[in-house]
């Protein structure tokens, strides 16, 4: 195991009703005057939004509000969002949504105590000072809710970059399950999908004799397993979307990463799908996935054929321990298809024709060099044959 440090300073309230005490915890994290912030309508429509108001108006709270954020959150409503926190005076970011929302509250509040262009943290500058965000989450996914990271797309240009920094760490995160039961059934997929991304991009590793992390990415993948197809037949049922929920942080909190090399190879290369093409970021991955692992397989055998005998029941063949690495991908891939995700680009919306330019964007956009690095080196060539392995 490799040295490591772990801070994840987050407070956490899970259940039922939580979300009624945000203003409390505002309160608590220092918060005098609020930017509630949020997506495209979904907590108009729950009444949610109400109650977070009312909750902060208990507490004596003044706030503003800025809703509007798009799946994949764009430059611009951060741009707009800095200048009204400035204008306001607001000391508190409250995020009331998704990953979407969550990221683009951590970019406003990173920008408007920043002096420079807030994309300099999406080009590479470490984050070291924001205004507290709070989060309110609606969807088991990104896990932003636990994580110092952001990820917002440039409109100009329309790529999509991630930003890092303890600074932007929630001070708080509520984690109501019964608020993801209005979830779409292709939502609720793409959250699961996305889950076990995180999961498996921290499982790919270069690291030797990380037993503990292997074993605990295990148990939240068989979690998945378990209770992602209960919560697809009936969106409804609390205990599955409450098993999702909190394997959705653990799974991104890095817990499960700490002390060993990782990948997000697949994550890079899906990054440039939902930036040119608008697709949810799990269905993108559920595409992406399968065809990286089947390709970098070989690099070690050994690895997923570890994860198709422990997570996906396979039988293991010590004669030829690539039949059953095949056998786990190929059973993932199965579970994915099976909760409804896409399978190939064109069911993503994905062209062929664009692959020269999703392949120059990968390689040569962010300061890379030619190569994304991760599990394996890809470079461009490898890219690109990866991208017609989605076809
Ligand atoms: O915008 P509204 O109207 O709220 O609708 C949203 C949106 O259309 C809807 N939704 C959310 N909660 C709902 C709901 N609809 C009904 N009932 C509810 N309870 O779901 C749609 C998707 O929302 P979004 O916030 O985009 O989803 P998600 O949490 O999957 O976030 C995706 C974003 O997170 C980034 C992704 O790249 C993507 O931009 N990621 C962020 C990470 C991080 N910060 O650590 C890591 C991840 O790997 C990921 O890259
Ligand atoms: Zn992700």
């Given at each position: 195991m490799r040295n490591f440090t772990f801070y994840s300073p987050t407070f956490f309230a899970f259940g039922k009703d939580t979300e009624k005490d945000a203003g409390k915890y505002v309160r608590r994290f220092g918060g005098t005057k609020v930017l509630i912030h949020y997506g495209g309508g979904s907590v108009v429509r729950s009444g949610l939004l109400d109650r977070v108001k009312a909750s902060l108006e208990e507490e004596g709270l003044p706030y503003v509000v800025l809703g509007g954020v798009k799946p994949n959150p764009r430059s611009g409503l951060v741009y707009e969002g800095i200048d009204l926190c400035r204008k306001e005076g607001v000391d508190f970011v409250l995020a009331v949504g998704g990953g979407s929302t969550i990221d683009s509250s951590k970019a406003i509040a990173a920008g408007t105590v920043y002096d420079g262009d807030f994309w300099d943290f999406y080009s590479g500058k470490l984050i070291t000072e924001a205004l507290p965000v709070g989060t309110i989450l609606t969807i088991a996914a990104a896990g932003s809710e636990g994580s110092p990271d952001s990820v917002i797309t440039n409109e100009n240009g329309m790529f999509k970059r991630g930003a890092t920094g303890d600074a932007i760490r929630p001070k708080f995160s509520i984690l109501n399950p019964a608020l993801t039961q209005t979830l779409p059934p292709y939502q609720t997929a793409c959250g699961v999908t996305d889950i076990m991304a995180h999961l498996y991009e921290r499982y790919l590793t270069n690291t030797r004799d990380v037993e503990v992390t292997d074993r605990l990415i295990e148990a939240l993948l068989l979690t998945m397993i378990h209770e992602g197809p209960r919560v697809i037949e009936n969106p409804d049922d609390y205990e599955a979307r409450a098993n999702i929920m909190w394997a959705g942080m653990m799974a991104h909190n890095n817990s499960c990463g700490v002390g060993r090399t990782q990948d997000w190879n697949s994550h890079n290369i899906e990054h440039e799908l939902s930036a040119e093409y608008d697709c949810a970021h799990g269905a993108g991955l559920a595409v992406t996935?399968?065809?990286?692992?089947?390709?970098v397989m070989e690099h070690d055998v050994m690895r997923f054929a570890k994860a198709a005998v422990r997570v996906w029941g396979c039988q293991m063949d010590f004669d030829h321990p690539e039949k059953t690495a095949k056998a786990g991908i190929e059973a993932f891939r199965s579970f994915l298809i099976s909760l409804g995700m896409p399978k190939n680009f064109a069911e993503l919306g994905a062209r062929e024709e664009d692959?020269?330019?999703?392949v120059r964007a990968l390689c040569y956009g962010n300061g890379r060099k030619g190569s994304i690095s991760g599990f394996v080196?890809?470079?461009?060539?490898?890219?690109?044959?990866?991208y017609k392995m989605m076809v």
């Open positions: 996935m399968p065809a990286v692992f089947t390709y692959i020269p330019n999703l080196t890809l470079n461009e060539e490898d890219c690109a044959k990866i």
